[in-house]
């Protein structure tokens, strides 16, 4: 187990209130039995562990006021993501970048809807099954909309793959580009407009002022997650992670570094805070109606959300307290051979 150098990670401070989804019991055991019919997790040390990092808990942080249809998908999506990136950090595909190609052309192919063959396991499964229930809920935009960024998603991965197998540690501007995508965040954003039944119209969502919202309050979740999970990903030997990427970088201490991805989180809440701002006269430009206006804030709301139950959730789960090391989650390779 590679040694620590010694940090002190900051008291990290969202402006936004802490919330909570009251049927957050009702999900969580839904997900863990969702989880185990699937064979995502099989044995009670995974299951105690899945439990442990609590997806339902996150979901009903992200989306405080969603109905129980809509927070079961959303903590089983959650669930999903995080065993797939384990597969991708902590199993055989992290290190094969064959492995890695192949698993996102399956994904693919299951997000274009195709049948699952005989050679499709849980990953797989787990997938095919969120897809078809989003798109009971979810309208056609919507959901092109979600898959793209889910397999935006995907071949980011192949990129990190890639940097692990060459031993090639991102610079900050590449690391910065990807790590929307690395942390799964358009696609769970996507979600916001579910959980409120609302999709932003499209004037207001190409606007820079919208566009600035969803882009700052993605960077302020994945800076808190790479400071909350720092000491995880130095154990593991994960490079992946902001304060990493400076400290090497810039050959700075690791303490300087950790203070460096700190202020950005300061700094980008201060961009989305001027981003609310300018949104309003977006809205004057447009002349978008009462309900247009509402459903919109609503959703930054939502963005909102998200940025501070996620750091509520970080600071609950045992995901990062209790680090899995390599070799010690299972490994679904055996579901991409054809």
């Known amino acids: 187990m590679p040694e620590i150098p010694p940090i002190s990670l900051p008291d990290l401070f969202i402006p936004y209130p802490a919330k909570l989804n009251p ?49 079961a998908l959303a903590a089983d999506l959650n669930s999903w993501f995080h065993v797939y990136d384990d597969q991708f ?8 970048p064959d492995l890695a190609r192949r698993m996102a052309d399956k994904f693919r192919a299951v997000l274009d809807g195709a049948p699952l063959d005989t050679t499709a396991g849980p990953i797989l499964h787990g997938l095919a099954d969120i897809r078809d ?47 929307l995508n690395i942390a799964y965040v358009p696609p769970s954003f996507d979600l916001i407009e579910l959980a409120e039944q609302f999709e932003v119209p499209d004037e207001i969502r190409a606007s820079a002022a919208y566009r600035t919202l969803v882009h700052e309050a ?49 700094e980008r809440i201060g961009v989305f805070e001027g981003a609310k701002a300018d949104l309003l006269r977006v809205f004057d430009e447009l002349g978008t109606d009462r309900n247009r206006r509402h459903g919109t804030l609503r959703c930054v709301m939502g963005l909102e959300n998200w940025m501070r139950g996620y750091l509520d959730w970080a600071k609950e789960t045992r995901r990062f307290a209790d680090p899995v090391l390599r070799g010690q989650v299972t490994g679904f390779q055996r579901e991409l051979v054809d």
Request: with cysteine.
């Open 218 to 266: 993605g960077h302020v979740v994945v800076c808190t997650n790479d400071l909350i999970g720092l000491r995880r990903e130095l154990l593991q030997g994960e490079f992946h992670n902001l304060v990493i990427v400076y400290w090497k970088a810039l050959s700075c201490p690791l303490q300087e570094a950790v203070e460096m991805v700190n202020q950005k989180i300061s």
């Open 89 to 96: 950090e902590l199993a055989e595909v992290g290190s094969d």
């Open 133 to 179: 229930r989003m798109r009971l809920h979810a309208g056609a935009q919507w959901w092109h909309r979600f898959a793209t960024h889910l397999q935006d998603c995907f071949e980011t991965a192949q990129w990190e793959v890639d940097n692990r197998t060459t031993g090639r540690i991102p610079d900050p501007d590449s690391y910065v580009e990807h790590k």
């Open 23 to 71: 049927f957050e019991a009702v999900v969580a055991e839904h997900t863990i039995a969702w989880a185990r019919k699937l064979k995502l997790i099989e044995d009670e040390t995974a299951t105690s562990r899945f439990a442990g990092e609590s997806y339902s808990r996150l979901v009903a942080r992200l989306y405080p006021e969603a109905s129980v249809p809509v927070l």
